[in-house]
């Protein structure tokens, strides 16, 4: 069976940081691209990173440039987000998703192309 597990979400002050992690199994991770959603109360899932099956390529959504860091390491079937000068406005549920393609494409944040998705993880980020 094809999962997706998340973890490291939490609530931190603003100003912070948070790691997450994105954990396959039942598949190996070397032939997908991985990205990371997020969605907030009342708003639509959208786009946050995007990373190619090789790791050599990264896409970032404007908000969080400069901020937050994807990564992957193929050899653990895991994908990690670091987050760091986090604000109140990156309040929302995390959720890693693949697809089986090398690179991210244009494209990337279009939800309809991942195959995989996890169950998500929620990140506060509040004083």
């Known amino acids: 069976q094809l999962q997706l597990v998340e973890s490291g979400g939490g609530l931190v002050q603003p100003g912070g940081s948070l790691r997450l992690s994105c954990a396959a199994s039942g598949f190996a991770l070397d032939y997908y691209a991985i990205a990371w959603f997020r969605q907030a109360p009342g708003k639509e899932r959208e786009g946050v990173s995007c990373?190619?099956?090789?790791?050599?390529?990264?896409n970032y959504a404007d908000s969080v440039k400069g901020r937050f860091t994807i990564s992957r390491d193929n050899a653990k079937k895991t994908a990690y987000l670091q987050m760091n000068s986090l604000l109140p406005e990156d309040t929302a549920v995390y959720y890693c998703?693949?697809?089986?393609?090398?690179?991210?494409?244009?494209?990337?944040?279009?939800?309809?192309?991942?195959?995989?998705w996890g169950q998500g993880t929620q990140v506060t980020v509040s004083s």
């Open positions: 998703a693949a697809r089986p393609v090398r690179s991210c494409g244009s494209s990337w944040g279009t939800r309809v192309l991942y195959d995989y």
């Open positions: 990373m190619s099956s090789s790791g050599g390529i990264a």
